[in-house]
């Protein structure tokens, strides 16, 4: 057991559907959550400024005394992971991403090969997720920026005609090229998830991160016997902080709704 909190990052608000994931299925875990909203988005800055941005949230999450560090923005993944193992490991600070998992769970749930991703220019530029499915035979990748869906969500729309418009012009060349399923490469994505579905048709398959991300936590927490289980009492008292280098009060009101009442008042960091 090990009671310091998980760290979890973001640029702003789409890590939470990561911290709600790991609230749910870790129920006796404490979360420090930072969202960089003064440096929103990551998306479309260059590799190296978003791998400098990212290290520096996480330096502020190690100083509050996080026993895990979680980078839940594929952007971050994309450029930082790697740095940020090299620096972290050393404290004995493991670092989780959210790729892989979707990657995983991507080559699972097709059934015709063709996968399609979604993502942040920054993200589709690194290549990362076509390498990483490419690395399994027989399957076809259709990958796609998908910009201002990051910029909806952070202003909290997430339906509407004019989002409705956005995502079909990003997203039928993508149905049309026939992928059965699509991964939502950007933590932001799964807050669209009801337009996505609709602009894709039922029979495509949505992977968010989200889950496969705190089923990883779950494993490493508990192979390391630094997990907090939840024993039926209310012996365990998990604290959820929140954080956000940007204006506050739009955070607190948005990150309420998207994630709930887990969002007390945000502080400044
Ligand atoms: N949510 C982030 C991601 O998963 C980044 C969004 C942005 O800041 O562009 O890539």
């Given at each position: 057991m090990n009671n310091a909190p998980i760290g979890i990052f973001d640029s702003?608000?789409?890590g939470l559907t990561v911290a709600r994931s790991i609230i749910d299925q870790l129920p006796g875990e404490s979360v420090i959550y930072i969202g960089d909203t003064a440096n929103?988005?990551?998306?479309?800055?260059?590799v190296e400024r978003v791998k400098e941005l990212s290290l520096s949230v996480m330096d502020k999450l190690v100083d509050r005394g996080v026993k895990m560090l979680v980078i839940a923005c594929n952007t971050a993944s994309a450029t930082a992971v790697f740095a940020a193992r090299s620096k972290y490991d050393e404290l004995g600070i493991p670092v989780l991403e959210v790729i892989s998992p979707a990657v995983h769970r991507a080559v699972s749930a097709t059934r015709n090969g063709h996968i399609g991703v979604i993502a942040t220019h920054t993200t589709i530029e690194t290549e990362t997720y076509q390498r990483a499915l490419h690395a399994y035979q027989q399957v076809q990748v259709s990958a796609k920026a998908c910009p201002a869906f990051v910029d909806f969500v952070e202003r909290g729309i997430t339906s509407g005609p004019e989002l409705l418009a956005v995502a079909r012009e990003y997203l039928e060349p993508i149905r049309d090229a026939g992928v059965d399923t699509l991964v939502?490469?950007?933590?932001?994505?799964p807050l669209l998830s009801g337009i996505i579905s609709y602009v894709m048709g039922p029979e495509v398959t949505l992977v968010s991160s989200a889950e496969e991300t705190a089923h990883d936590v779950y494993r490493q927490l508990l192979d390391k016997d630094w997990l907090n289980t939840d024993?039926?009492?209310?012996t365990v008292n998990p604290r959820y902080q929140f954080l956000a280098t940007g204006d506050t009060q739009t955070f607190t009101r948005l990150a309420r709704r998207f994630?709930?009442?887990?969002?007390?008042a945000v502080e400044r960091v």
């Open positions: 702003g608000l789409g929103s988005p990551y998306g479309t800055k260059p939502l490469g950007c933590t932001h994505y024993d039926g009492t209310d994630l709930g009442p887990e969002v007390t």
